[in-house]
T-cell receptor
Framework: DTEVTQTPKHLVMGMTNKKSLKCEQH?????MYWYKQKAKKPPELMFV???????INESVPSRFSPECPNSSLLNLHLHALQPEDSALYLC????????????????FGNGTRLTVT | DAKTTQPPSMDCAEGRAANLPCNHS???????VYWYRQIHSQGPQYIIH???NNETNEMASLIITEDRKSSTLILPHATLRDTAVYYC????????FGAGTRLTVKP
């Protein structure tokens, strides 16, 4: 079990669908992250939120839309995805101290495995 | 690109120590070295981190060279359950994962 909960565990969607991935943590962490991981590849950073504000966007296509409605929740809204977007989507969280110095581990969920048909 | 480089794969006999190296020659003075591992179909799991001193916890030991340009993760008595991909990353300025080392522990 992890302290970062991601739902759903599996998702199959068509290219015209709109769906959302959800991530929740109750560790009081104020930094949250989305990563994308293709098979046999390392996780790729997509977005970073700090104090519920988007601080890093790694040039991710606009068909991926992140949202951080409060300090415990992180969503990733999906629209008009392509089959090559099929991957494991990982959420992580960490503490953020003053000045965005991150001397704290990332805590990962077990991901949502997304298949785009 | 990630600021770390690791060998793509390593083997280790069960019960022996596994020593996993990582090069981070461009590390900055305020960046920590973090190690994670990922077992198939799970999210990465935090193992240990350090700034410049050697560190030990219940899972592993971390040895950082004096110039901080490289480090070694040591699993003192590897078990079959330690078979995984091991990643080192430097933070806070880099949250990107390199390719990692696939460690296979063999009976």
């Amino acid at each position: 079990d992890t302290e970062v909960t991601q739902t759903p565990k599996h998702l199959v969607m068509g290219m015209t669908n709109k769906k959302s991935l959800k991530c929740e943590q109750h560790m009081g962490h104020r930094a949250m992250y989305w990563y994308k991981q293709k098979a046999k590849k390392p996780p790729e950073l997509m977005f970073v939120y700090s104090y519920e504000k988007l601080s890093i966007n790694e040039s991710v296509p606009s068909r991926f839309s992140p949202e951080c409605p409060n300090s415990s929740l992180l969503n990733l809204h999906l629209h008009a995805l392509q089959p090559e977007d099929s991957a494991l989507y990982l959420c992580a969280s960490s503490q953020v101290d003053m000045g965005f110095r991150q001397n704290s581990p990332l805590h990962f969920g077990n991901g949502t495995r997304l298949t785009v048909t | 690109d990630a600021k770390t480089t690791q060998p793509p794969s390593m083997d280790c006999a069960e019960g022996r120590a596994a020593n996993l190296p990582c090069n981070h020659s461009t590390i900055s003075g305020n960046e920590y070295v973090y190690w994670y591992r990922q077992i198939h179909s799970q999210g990465p799991q935090y193992i240990i981190h350090g700034l410049k001193n050697n560190e030990t916890n219940e899972m592993a030991s971390l040895i950082i060279t004096e110039d901080r340009k490289s480090s070694t993760l040591i699993l003192p008595h590897a078990t079959l359950r330690d078979t995984a991909v091991y990643y080192c990353i430097v933070r806070p300025l880099d949250m990107r994962f390199g390719a990692g080392t696939r460690l296979t522990v063999k009976p």
